[in-house]
């Protein structure tokens, strides 16, 4: 069976510093991984997913994600958050051996800049 | 939200009413998926379709209906057996239904039961 987890409701940072939303998964094969925002009463918008290869994935609005095995990870990452990232961030996974109908995505986390 | 339009933004239905959100993209994608969002919950999967004139129930498809006459709309039926319609609606769309492939959302509606 697959899940995932994020485990943090919210995440509070100041603008300037570096930002992390975590997000584990469980999948009985390999991983395929994905990361979303949600701006209020929007659509998901695509940020970045990791297939395979280099375990660091870079996306949009200078984010990247660090998939790690050992540890069913992957967290999502900024150097320096900006406002404007407050925003509802999606973690999804789904097994390399199953459709794309079959995605699971986490319950969400706040991610809340302050200036 | 570029490529997938979702109307009406907001939809208002009496108790008893069924109505019809609609979905259109012009992705040239062949898969199309209909998703529910409640507060403090990850979407979950009402209904998807591969192709045309097929499509598959998903996690919660009691109370809705869909079809797929065109590969560009997917319009979802939240019918009167639907006991907690309230929610937000996302439909997405990816190339086709293969694991890796990407999903794309609309702007959603967000349908409210008077």
């Known amino acids: 069976a697959q899940s995932v987890a994020q485990p943090e409701d919210q995440v509070n940072v100041a603008e300037g510093n570096p930002l992390t939303v975590k997000c584990t998964y469980s999948?009985?094969?390999?991983?395929?991984l994905f990361w979303y925002v949600q701006y209020p009463n929007r659509g998901l918008q695509f940020l970045l997913k990791y297939i395979t290869g280099d375990n660091l994935v870079k996306g949009s609005y200078g984010f990247e994600a660090e998939f790690n095995k050992s540890q069913t990870s992957f967290h999502l990452k900024k150097p320096s958050a900006l406002v404007s990232d407050s925003a509802l961030y999606f973690c999804a996974v789904r097994d390399i051996l199953s459709s794309a109908s079959k995605i699971i995505f986490g319950s969400g986390t706040r991610l809340s800049i302050r200036p | 939200d570029g490529g997938i339009t979702q109307s009406p933004k907001y939809l208002f239905r009496k108790e008893g009413q069924n109505v019809t959100l609609s979905c259109e993209q012009n992705l040239n994608h062949d898969a199309m998926y209909w998703y529910r969002q409640d507060p403090g919950q990850g979407l979950r999967l009402i209904y998807y379709s591969q192709i045309v004139n097929d499509f598959q129930k998903g996690d919660i498809a009691e109370g809705y209906s869909v079809s797929r006459e065109k590969k560009e709309s997917f319009p979802l039926t939240v019918t009167s057996a639907q006991k907690n319609p309230t929610a937000f609606y996302l439909c997405a769309s990816s190339m086709e239904l293969a694991a890796g492939d990407t999903q794309y959302f609309g702007p959603g509606t967000r349908l409210t039961v008077l």
């Open positions: 999948v009985s094969g390999n991983p395929y």
